[in-house]
């Protein structure tokens, strides 16, 4: 089994920032993702980050403001978040991945997820 477990969330200023932790525990997957969900909306991608290697992924309406990294010894992911918008209000959700199948974007390739965090940005 796997367990996660968020942090970092808050209110915020439009342009402001935040940084949302996701530490995992159990066993390791091959990436993590951030999703988000706004009232009345689907649960979307943000972004994702394979485990080994690093490589990251965006969503084109975060790239250059949201970074996401790892740190491996702690099992544990974030996401930067800058130059915060009120369209990026939503609850956030890390998201385990293990083996690779589907597209690394859908949230139906992710098996564990977290209890979601509130990032509410005023304008």
């Known amino acids: 089994q796997v367990q996660l477990v968020e942090s970092g969330g808050g209110l915020v200023q439009a342009g402001g920032s935040l940084r949302l932790s996701c530490a995992a525990s159990?066993?390791?997957?091959?990436?993590m993702g951030w999703f988000r969900q706004a009232p009345g909306k689907e649960r979307e991608f943000v972004a994702a980050i394979n485990w080994s290697g690093g490589t990251t992924y965006y969503v084109d309406s975060v790239k250059g403001r949201f970074t996401i990294s790892r740190d491996n010894a702690k099992n544990t992911v974030y996401l930067q978040m800058n130059s915060l918008k009120p369209e990026d209000t939503a609850v956030y959700y890390c998201a385990w991945r293990g083996w690779p199948t589907g597209s690394i974007y859908e949230r139906t390739s992710y098996a564990y997820w977290g209890q979601g965090t509130q990032v509410t940005v005023s304008s």
């Open positions: 159990g066993r390791t997957g091959t990436a």
